[in-house]
């Protein structure tokens, strides 16, 4: 059984900094898109990055571009997303995604989703 677990959430200011960290288990990683999207309340769900296990094929959303870098440990089975010069509109749910192909994860179709992590920037 597949299990996706966010952890790395919490609470900065403006301009700071937080990575999240999103361990898998229980699938061939290699054969999935593994990204991170968001949630905040009042908001369309919006997927801000992911990367290709395989050979690391990347995407970010405008929002983020710049500021946020997608990383993965495949010794580790995990994924990174460093978040840099957050701004108050980053405060969302952040949630891992997986799926099986890279198409599937940019027309939302996840086929494994962690339980999320709050992010909220605030002074």
């Known amino acids: 059984q597949l299990h996706l677990v966010e952890s790395g959430g919490g609470l900065v200011q403006p301009g700071g900094s937080l990575r999240l960290s999103c361990a898998v288990s229980g699938f061939t990683l290699d054969d999935y898109v593994i990204g991170w999207l968001r949630q905040a309340p009042g908001k369309e769900r919006e997927g801000v990055s992911c990367i290709t296990m395989s050979d690391g094929r990347l995407y970010y959303s405008d929002s983020v571009k710049g500021r946020f870098t997608i990383s993965r440990d495949n010794t580790k089975n995990t994924v990174y997303l460093e978040m840099n010069s957050l701004k108050y509109e980053d405060t969302a749910v952040y949630y891992c995604?997986?799926?099986?192909?890279?198409?599937?994860?940019?027309?939302?179709?996840?086929?494994?989703w962690g339980q999320g992590t709050q992010v909220t920037v605030s002074s």
């Open positions: 995604t997986a799926a099986a192909r890279w198409s599937r994860w940019f027309r939302g179709s996840y086929d494994y």
